[in-house]
């Protein structure tokens, strides 16, 4: 079993198998170190830590993950607050940082003899419809190899090999772009407040979501096609608390942009989730926007549902759930899209001609204001914002 990708999906997935006996090979583009220091997500889902805990893959987030359970609007009509963990189904997010998950997951499949080969790049994936798909890769020394396998598993991300070697036409792709751009930061300071903070601002959105006690992510809706460079770290801050009403609701804590990067908010989603013996999951499989955290709960998720078709498959002899494993992923899938799509529309106005952004601005000042006081409406928000 050929698995390309360590990241959430690669290493679940690796780790899964491997613990029920089955032959599998992780090939991955970066450095070990690289993949270790790689800080992306960081709220895991109840239903994410359950999965890990299922496995015996949560020693690491119990010892040092932090439940989190309330979370803070800040709008022109005045700042709300929400104790999701005691709404809804009542769950809470664990944070525990995703170089931190990974690394987690790693050492944990590395120990108990699981084969990794880094600085190993998946080139192409080629006859996936047949019973032996080859993938060609170049190694680490420059060399251009090939490795064969009954079954690929594409966990290579958005950009990946297993994406690119999917014949047109094959798949079909579904393609929002949100026309919305987000300069996401991460600052060495500790958190502003003790809730994640979403911030509605006629000048553009801004988010603040805690990671470690060191180190925070923040967020700023900028325009298409801006530089991550573009704007000096005063002008980050002032801009941030601007938008943050630091001068009605205290202070923003500073500290050093450690890491930048913009990213267009686009969603995309690949249907069915295989091809032949080519199978996705995570952000090979699709891609959600970050407003609502779920990229790396979706992924464990998969992993684990293709864990359990592929061993049906390999060790029982029963190819059924690898025929449904698409339809159950596309499910889960589809429900995430559809909160994170209701949660861009809260936090931003709607691009378009003046009047429908004014209509558009009054339904998200609505939307804001039914969270804001109804409990069915935040039982209903608390269940899809933690759940997966
Ligand atoms: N060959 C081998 N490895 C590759 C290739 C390739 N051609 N292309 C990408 N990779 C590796 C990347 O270096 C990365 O380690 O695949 C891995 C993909 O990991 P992620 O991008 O984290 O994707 P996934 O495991 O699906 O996790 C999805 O986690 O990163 C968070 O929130 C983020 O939604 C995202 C979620």
């Excluded at 002008?235 to 001068?247: S, T």
């Excluded at 998969?302 to 025929?323: K, M, Q, S, V």
């Excluded at 861009?344 to 209509?359: I, M, V, Y």
């Amino acid at each position: 079993m050929l698995i390309l990708g360590a990241g959430p999906a690669g290493l679940t997935l690796g780790n899964l198998l491997h613990a029920s006996g089955i032959d599998c090979v992780v090939l991955e583009r970066a450095t070990r170190p690289q993949v270790q220091a790689r800080s992306r997500a960081g709220f895991l889902a109840a239903n994410t830590v359950r999965i890990l805990e299922r496995h015996g893959l949560a020693e690491g987030l119990r010892l040092r993950g932090r439940e989190h359970a309330t979370c803070e609007f800040r709008t022109e009509d005045g700042r709300f607050r929400l104790d999701y963990g005691s709404l809804g189904r009542g769950e809470r997010h664990t944070v525990h940082p995703q170089h931190e998950l990974v690394t987690d997951l790693l050492t944990h499949y590395l120990d108990r003899g699981g084969r990794a080969y880094f600085g190993t790049e998946a080139l192409t994936v080629r006859d996936a419809d047949g019973t032996r798909p080859t993938v060609t890769v170049r190694e680490a020394d420059g060399r251009t190899g090939t490795w064969r396998s009954r079954y690929v598993a594409g966990c290579d991300g958005r950009h990946g090999a297993a994406r690119r070697s999917i014949p047109p036409g094959a798949v079909r792709r579904h393609h929002l772009d949100h026309g919305l751009s987000w300069l996401g930061l991460l600052a060495e300071a500790p958190p502003s407040l003790d809730a994640v903070a979403y911030a509605v601002h006629r000048r553009g959105f801004a988010g603040h979501m805690a990671r470690t006690p060191e180190v925070t992510r923040y967020y700023l809706q900028c325009e298409r096609g801006t530089s991550p460079d573009a704007w000096s770290e005063d002008r980050i801050w002032d801009e941030l608390a601007l938008r943050m009403r630091a001068a009605e609701y205290g202070p923003l804590r500073r500290g050093r942009i450690a890491h930048r990067a913009v990213v267009d908010l686009a969603s995309d989603v690949l249907e069915p989730l295989r091809h032949g013996a080519l199978l996705l999951a995570g952000d090979a499989a699709s891609l959600l926007s970050p407003s609502a955290a779920k990229g790396a709960n979706l992924a464990v998720l998969e992993a684990e549902l293709l864990a359990g078709a592929l061993i049906d498959d390999l060790r029982h002899g029963r190819p059924e759930g690898l025929a449904g494993y698409s339809a159950r992923c596309l499910a889960h899938i589809w429900r995430a899209q559809e909160f994170s799509q209701w949660m861009l529309r809260l936090l931003h106005g709607a691009p378009g001609p003046a009047d429908e952004s004014s209509f558009h601005d009054a339904l998200r000042r609505s939307r804001l204001a039914s969270l804001a006081t109804s409990r069915s409406c935040q039982d209903w928000f608390a269940e899809h914002y933690v759940g997966v």
